[in-house]
Structure formats: C-alpha cells, structure tokens
C-alpha cells in the first residue's frame, strides 16, 4: 500500500492473462475486490468453455456475485488488464462496481473510452469511477506477444 492508502490488484490480474495466454486464451486477467481483499478472480476462457461470454470480467462479476449473494457488487474494485468490450462495461453497469481500473486501452474493441463509450450514454444505469493506465505496458506487451505467435 502507498502512504496515501492506495493499493494495486493489477500485478494480479496481470499473472491471471499470462495463465490465460499459457491456456491459449487471449491474455486478459480480472480481479474484483472489496475492502481491499480480492473477493474473486478470472482469466479469459471462452475457448476452453466453448462460450463466447466467458471473459475474464464477466467470469470475475460471476463469481464475486455468488460470494457475496448479491447481484450488486456495490463497493466492489474490477481491475482487469484490457479496456473492457461492450458486453463487459454493460456487466460493471448492471453489477454497480464502484471502481473501474484497467491497464491498456483497446481502441478495436473497447468500449469505455473507445468504441461505444458504454457509461457515457444516457441509458446506462450506473457510471463507476474508471481509471486507466496502471500496467499499461506490460497488458499490452503479454497482448502482442500472444498475438505474434499466431500469426
């Protein structure tokens, strides 16, 4: 923890996309958090799931939701290593995470501040706190790699 109280889940989320890359899932690690503990945890896996929705952000929101029964994670930190999609950032809506934080921006696919700016409409029922850039470099870095070995 800094001395301003500040604490990172990203190396962990980070160590959960290079799990998801070693499976051959595009490397994206989720964390959720509350009051400073990691409440669950989850990589990327829709290939190894056969399902299309299983991102790391909606396996994480999942889990966290059925440890705590309750389908509002209000108070809950989603760290994640990619901009979320618009499937995900509609997931952090509905589950009313309070704090958005993630790693490399995806200007493909994002849907935060690229894309469909998903909390920015009007329609969207809650708009968490987001912040952008802490391990920047090293989600970008684990996203390029994996995608040079397929090519």
């Known amino acids: 923890m800094t001395a301003a109280g500040f604490r990172s889940f990203m190396p962990r989320a980070l160590a959960l996309a290079r799990a998801a890359a070693q499976a051959g899932e595009v490397p994206i690690g989720a964390v959720v958090v509350k009051d400073n503990a990691v409440i669950a945890e989850a990589h990327n ?3 190894d799931r056969h399902d299309p929705t299983a991102h790391a952000e909606i396996l994480a929101i999942r889990r966290a939701a059925e440890i705590l029964k309750d389908e509002r994670l209000a108070g809950c930190e989603l760290w994640v290593t990619l901009e979320p999609c618009a499937m995900c950032a509609g997931a952090i809506a509905h589950a009313r995470i309070a704090r958005l934080y993630y790693a490399a921006a995806d200007p493909k696919g994002g849907a935060v ?10 329609q969207c029922l809650h708009r968490p706190e987001v912040y952008t850039g802490i391990g920047e470099a090293e989600a970008a ?5 994996f995608f040079r070995e397929r090519r």
């Open 113 to 122: 501040e690229h894309g469909a700016r998903v909390f920015d409409q009007p």
């Open 45 to 47: 896996a829709p290939r």
């Open 141 to 145: 870095q684990l996203l390029k790699d």
